[in-house]
């Protein structure tokens, strides 16, 4: 006898219908529905992907409510802050599903605050290896767009962590003369090489990151012996492959950057191939650890 698919009840399905957006038939949608900046969409038509794949279909209208021309059914206001828990097979195109969205958004950045680079999106992966095919599909679908994508490398410091008055003043006069912007205003990546000209170390002042995690808290803890310095500039946090970021192996990492990211917006999204090892569990006890420490922070 044929076993009977779990369903939603009517009333849950309405409610479903309410809460979350319409998935994404086509990427044609993207920029149709979401405003997706144009660069971006035909970068995805180049890279030879002409339809998306269902864990694409079901993410990325959640991860671009907030850009959507028509937000009808309305979805929540928390819509637009959700952290989101994806769980999709492997090579399913999770990474696809990730990228677009972060680009976007620095895209959608740069456009409002030219020159300016104080918001970042970190994308944490458990190997080097992930990392750099990452950095690579992100790089291939970012040509054109001005944002720029760097995979975390030792000895290399998070610019972010130091705020640096002249440094952006520098950063948007050389902006300001930056000929020949498209219409869309989506510029070469010549302005975006900002190197603090006053260290000797390597820094980085990426509009996205992508790393390990230990390479990430080496870096934050680089001049601090015992705690992780703050990531306040992070809006966007994707842990990639979280199953094996919230395993014992690499959960106090993980951990650790996650209550680096002190930014009040920050959006935290999940991608794991499994439920294994009570990821959702993990999941929603670590977020509600969070948005509780936050809590008591803006209370004071
Ligand atoms: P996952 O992270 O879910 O395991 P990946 O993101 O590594 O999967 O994607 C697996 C493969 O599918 C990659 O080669 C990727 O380029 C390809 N891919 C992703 N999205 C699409 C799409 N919409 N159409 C066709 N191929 C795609
Ligand atoms: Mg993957």
């Given at each position: 006898k044929k076993k009977k698919e779990p369903t939603l009840s009517k009333k849950k399905q309405k409610e479903a219908r309410q809460l979350y957006p319409e998935p994404l038939v086509s990427f044609q949608e993207l920029r149709n529905?979401?405003?997706?900046?144009r660069r971006l969409t035909a970068n995805i038509g180049e890279q030879g992907f002409s339809v998306p794949t269902e864990v694409q279909m079901g993410s990325l209208p959640l991860l671009l409510w907030n850009s959507a021309i028509d937000k009808t059914p309305s979805s929540p206001k928390e819509s637009q802050e959700l952290d989101l828990l994806v769980v999709a097979p492997t090579g399913s195109g999770k990474t696809l599903a990730f990228l677009i969205p972060l680009i976007n958004n620095m895209v959608q950045h740069h456009r409002q605050n030219p020159g300016q680079r104080e918001i970042c999106s970190v994308i944490v992966a458990p190997t080097k290896e992930l990392v750099g095919q990452i950095v690579n599909e992100g790089r291939k679908l970012a040509v054109g767009t001005g944002v720029t994508i760097t995979a975390m490398r030792k000895g290399m410091q998070v610019m972010d962590l130091i705020h640096d008055e002249e440094n952006l003043l520098e950063e948007k006069s050389s902006s300001e003369s930056?000929?020949?912007?498209s219409s869309d205003n989506e510029?070469?990546?010549?302005?975006?090489?900002?190197?603090?000209?006053?260290?000797n170390t390597t820094v980085t002042k990426s509009d996205i990151l992508v790393t390990t995690p230990l390479a990430l808290v080496n870096a934050l803890s680089a001049n601090k012996t015992k705690s992780v310095s703050p990531l306040p500039s992070v809006e966007h946090l994707v842990l990639d492959e979280a199953d094996v970021l919230l395993d014992p192996l690499f959960r106090e990492q993980t951990s650790a950057i996650w209550n680096a990211c002190t930014n009040p917006r920050l959006r935290i999204s999940l991608w794991s191939a499994t439920m294994g090892s009570n990821i959702e569990e993990l999941t929603k006890e670590t977020i509600k650890k969070r948005r509780e420490s936050l809590a008591i922070e803006n209370s004071q």
């Open positions: 529905k979401y405003r997706v900046s930056d000929p020949g912007s510029t070469e990546d010549a302005k975006s090489k900002s190197k603090g000209k006053k260290t």
